[in-house]
C-alpha cells in the first residue's frame, strides 16, 4: 500500500510568489489533514478535510492561504501571496477516520523557503 | 491553552534502556500519539494511549497517566537507527465533534556506540 505522497519536496520561492503543494493520501482515506512546521516550533494544525469538505479550518493562518480538496482524493494548499513568515515544512496526512485509534499517516511534507 | 513539554535532547549508548517524558496540559482529551521522524522524513505512528496504562510493541512502550498528564515512550535494546526525534502528540476534542493533534517540540534522541 502505497504511502501519504507530497509534492514538490522543496520549493524556494521569492516574496509575492505564489506556490501550491499538493499532497496524495493513502487510498481509501476519507480524513486529510494540514500542518505546518516553522523553524524552532511545534507542528501545528492547519485545517481537516472529510472527503471532498472542509471539516474545521481553524489552524489556516490567513486568506492567503486556500486548501481544496476536489472530488476527495489529492488536495493542494496555495499560498498567494506569498510572505516570509510563510517559510516552514508542510505536511500532509491521513486517515481512515474509523475506530478509537484512528492513527494519522504523515507524508515526508514540502519544505517551503520564502525569500 | 493547550501545552505540551518534552526533553529537547537526550543521549544514550547502543544497547541501553531510554526513557522519553512528555508532560501536557489539555482540554477535550482523546488519546495520546508517539511518533518517530527521521530528518527529512514524515513522522511515523510509533504508538497510542488512550487508557491509564502501558501499552508494549517490542522494543517499544508507551505508558499514560490521564490524572498526572504525563506519558513517557520506553525505547529498550537501542540500535542506532533509534537516532531520530520523538514526538509526544495529544488529540484533542473541540468545537463539537471536530479533533486535531496538539505537538510537543520533539526530543532530539542520539545513539552513541
Known amino acids: 500500500e502505497a504511502g501519504v505522497t507530497q509534492f514538490p519536496s522543496h520549493s524556494v520561492i521569492e516574496k509575492g510568489q505564489t506556490v501550491t503543494l499538493r499532497c496524495d493520501p493513502i487510498?481509501?482515506?476519507?480524513?486529510l489533514y494540514w500542518y505546518r512546521r516553522v523553524m524552532g516550533k511545534e507542528i501545528k494544525f492547519l485545517l481537516h478535510f472529510v472527503k471532498e469538505s472542509k471539516q474545521d479550518e481553524s489552524g489556516m493562518p490567513n486568506n492567503r492561504f486556500l486548501a481544496e480538496r476536489t472530488g476527495g482524493t489529492y488536495s493542494t494548499l496555495k499560498v498567494q501571496p506569498a510572505e516570509l513568515e510563510d517559510s516552514g515544512v508542510y505536511f500532509c496526512a491521513s486517515s481512515h477516520g474509523q475506530g478509537g485509534t484512528d492513527t494519522q499517516y504523515f507524508g515526508p511534507g514540502t519544505r517551503l523557503t520564502v525569500l | 491553552g493547550q501545552n505540551i513539554d518534552q526533553p529537547t535532547e537526550m543521549t544514550a549508548t547502543e544497547g541501553a534502556i531510554v526513557q522519553i517524558n512528555c508532560t501536557y496540559q489539555?482540554?477535550?482529551?482523546?488519546?495520546l500519539f508517539w511518533y518517530q521522524q527521521h530528518a527529512g522524513e514524515a513522522p511515523t505512528f510509533l504508538s497510542y494511549n488512550v487508557l491509564d496504562g502501558l501499552e508494549e510493541k517490542g522494543r517499544f512502550s508507551s505508558f499514560l497517566s490521564r490524572s498526572k498528564g504525563y506519558s513517557y515512550l520506553l525505547l529498550k535494546e537501542l540500535q542506532m537507527k533509534d537516532s531520530a526525534s520523538y514526538l509526544c502528540?495529544?488529540?484533542?476534542?473541540?468545537?463539537?465533534?471536530?479533533?486535531?493533534?496538539?505537538w510537543g517540540l520533539g526530543t532530539s534522541l542520539a545513539v552513541n556506540p
Open positions: 489539555t482540554s477535550g482529551f482523546n488519546g
Open positions: 502528540a495529544v488529540r484533542v476534542y473541540y468545537a463539537g465533534n471536530n479533533r486535531k493533534l496538539i
Open positions: 487510498s481509501g482515506h476519507d480524513n
